[in-house]
């Protein structure tokens, strides 16, 4: 089966300026996530949708970042404005439903965004 | 804050049997262990999890001790596509509870 998708792979923008990610999870996985990794550092989630609702996003900075699943397929994470700080690698997860129990999350590739 | 601690970095001889540590020693009843890897460039890949039994399947085994406070991930016969960040992840077992990544062992596989 198909990957998790994302693009850009890489993005290097100015600060203030505002950028966006694309994520296509596997065919039929309701559960989305949305992880920052700054170097040298475990991702961190961001962002988790159930189908196109939001479960948890106690840890998005939601003065300047947002996120949407419409239809409860694609999701996309928005940066405005960026700062220096959010130069890190996105990555996008998805889950499959509970068919045996496991819950593991397959991950994308990731995009890697570097703020000047 | 992660709930494991896990050495910085480790190095295993190619073909020889990597153990990679970690101490989860707050680990709840109906908590389970999970294991990941990072290769350089990628994401996160799920390699296995458990409760309180031995786990096995064809990437690696996991050996839990019995008060389940620490555990191991054996990968049997290493090769150098097994270097790689590996993170040891304690959670419940449903779609609602968070991973919380820690910095994981950087293993380097030496030819």
């Known amino acids: 089966e198909a990957g998790v998708a994302q693009s850009p792979r890489y993005k290097i923008i100015e600060k203030r300026q505002s950028v966006a990610f694309w994520c296509n999870p596997i065919s039929g996985h309701a559960t989305l996530y949305w992880y920052q990794q700054i170097l040298g550092q475990g991702p961190k989630l961001l962002i988790q949708?159930?189908?196109?609702?939001?479960?948890?996003d106690s840890q998005l900075p939601k003065d300047r970042f947002s996120a949407e699943r419409l239809k409860g397929v694609d999701s996309t994470l928005k940066i405005q404005p960026a700062k220096l700080e959010d130069s890190a690698v996105y990555l996008c997860a998805s889950s499959p439903p509970n068919r045996e129990g496991a819950y593991e999350q397959y991950f994308g590739p990731g995009t890697r965004l570097t703020v000047t | 804050d992660a709930k494991t601690t896990q050495p910085t970095s480790m190095d295993c001889a190619e073909g020889r049997a990597a153990n990679l540590p970690c101490n989860h020693s707050?680990?709840?009843?109906?908590?389970?262990v999970y294991w990941y890897r990072q290769i350089h460039s990628q994401g996160p890949q799920y390699i296995i999890h458990?409760?309180?039994n031995n786990e096995t399947n064809e990437m690696a085994s996991l050996i839990i001790t019995e008060d389940r406070k620490s555990s191991t991930l054996i990968l049997p016969h290493a090769t150098l596509r097994d270097t790689a960040v590996y993170y040891c992840i304690v959670r419940l077992r449903n779609r609602d509870d968070k991973i919380i990544f820690g910095k994981g062992t950087r293993l380097h596989i030496l030819p």
């Open positions: 707050t680990i709840s009843g109906n908590e389970y």
């Open positions: 949708f159930q189908n196109n609702g939001v479960v948890d």
């Open positions: 458990g409760l309180k």
